[in-house]
């Protein structure tokens, strides 16, 4: 879904920005709550492994491009606001070292990938996390169904975008069929490897999964002295 320069007109590439700017401002005194000696390292490699994902890339019509997001998928690992964090890195590395979006348009994707994405997944998440069992099984599935949700969203929202600002010879009609058509399937893939890399680090480190802390409960350190015979 990367958005090219002069895809949007002047005034929505602004404002998109200004709102990117805002989100990341939160996002940066959120993570403080979020980031710890087993947050911090993880954000690194949720950060790597979205931008290793993002690089199979396909044209979906009038500029634009669709690839697995994992907005959802990092809010669930590190939390929502660190998932902000390591979109816009993501996100700004692409747009300035491999022409992935455009300069101009970094605000919009950063708005439309990260923000919207990391927000709609971990609301997602949150809301079936209080109906569904609590159980530490049920975070895979939450997690799964929470990308699903948030990538059609994030089309949704680029289609509004365009509605107001956008500059192709493209009818509106098409790009939201073409969008919110692709993104659909998109979301079912992302759901896939959404579910199953959460799964997998549960399995061994579920103490590394922040949407999963509500079920871990950590031991206190025991400290037994051994018995002196008498």
């Known amino acids: 879904m990367h958005v090219p320069d002069g895809f949007l007109d ?3 590439s602004v404002a998109t920005g200004v ?18 000696d087993r947050t911090a390292p993880m954000a690194g490699l949720v950060a ?13 019509g009038a500029g634009t491009s669709g690839h697995l997001m994992g907005g959802a998928l990092a809010a669930v690992l590190v939390g929502p606001w660190t998932a902000v ?15 992935d979006g455009g300069i101009t348009a970094l605000g919009t994707n950063i708005t439309l990938m990260g923000l919207i994405t990391a927000a709609v997944g971990w609301g997602v998440f949150v809301l079936l996390r ?15 169904v929470a990308a699903f949700v948030s990538v059609p969203v994030a089309a949704l929202a680029f289609t509004g975008l365009f509605a107001v600002g956008g ?8 790009v939201f069929v073409a969008m919110v058509g692709w993104h659909t399937l998109i979301g079912l893939g992302e759901a896939v490897v959404t579910g199953l890399v959460v799964g997998s680090v549960i399995v061994t ?14 031991r206190e350190l025991e400290i037994r002295t051994p018995e002196v015979a008498s």
């Open 167 to 174: 500059t192709a010879p493209v009818d509106l009609g098409a």
């Open 130 to 144: 209080r109906v569904l069992p609590s159980r530490i099984s049920m975070v895979a599935p939450a997690a799964a």
């Open 205 to 218: 480190r579920p103490d590394l999964v922040h949407g999963a802390r509500p079920y871990v409960h950590e």
């Open 10 to 12: 002047a005034p929505t």
């Open 85 to 99: 964090l390591c979109m816009a890195v993501v996100l700004l590395v692409q747009g300035l070292v491999m022409a």
């Open 19 to 36: 709102v990117a700017a805002a989100g990341v401002g939160l996002a940066l005194r959120g993570a403080r709550r979020e980031l710890d």
């Open 48 to 60: 790597t492994f979205i931008f290793a994902g993002q690089m199979i890339n396909f044209p979906v």
